[in-house]
């Protein structure tokens, strides 16, 4: 038997719940968990930037910031992004509400790499 449901019995014997209760308490135990839980969610944004093999920006932001974290891209790699159409802020957007994680843009053009993470 689980810890969990020797204390809501003990919680009946010592008539701090009523068995109603106990039976309501009983059945929460045995729903699944939740799909994702808060501490799977993302938590960061995470942007490099490198140009002819050497990095140039390489941060990890909260997620909360999101909006905050565009003007940390650079002008030359925000360019390139939205010459392919890409839309990071509802691209982010997306992600939070669905809990997802994983590359979001991986640009590379001659010599200059800019990859943007949700993780």
């Known amino acids: 038997m689980s810890e969990e449901r020797i ?3 003990k919680m009946i014997a010592e008539g701090k719940i009523s068995p109603e209760e106990a039976d309501e308490l ?3 135990l045995d729903q699944p968990a939740p799909e994702t839980r808060k501490e799977d969610r993302p938590r960061f944004v995470k942007i490099r930037v490198e140009e002819k093999g050497e990095e ?3 941060i990890s932001l909260p997620l909360m910031l999101v909006k905050s974290f565009m003007n940390f891209i650079p002008s030359e790699a ?3 992004m939205e010459d392919k159409n890409i839309d990071i802020e509802t691209i982010l957007a ?3 509400e ?3 994680t994983g ?3 991986d640009v590379e053009d001659d010599d200059e790499h800019v990859e943007i993470r949700i993780e």
Request: charged residues 30%; without cysteine; proline residues 0%.
């Open 78 to 80: 925000r360019n390139k």
């Open 103 to 105: 590359t979001l843009v």
């Open 56 to 58: 140039k920006v390489n």
């Open 94 to 96: 997306g992600l939070e």
């Open 98 to 100: 669905n809990g997802g």
């Open 26 to 28: 009983l059945d929460s």
């Open 7 to 9: 204390r809501i019995l």
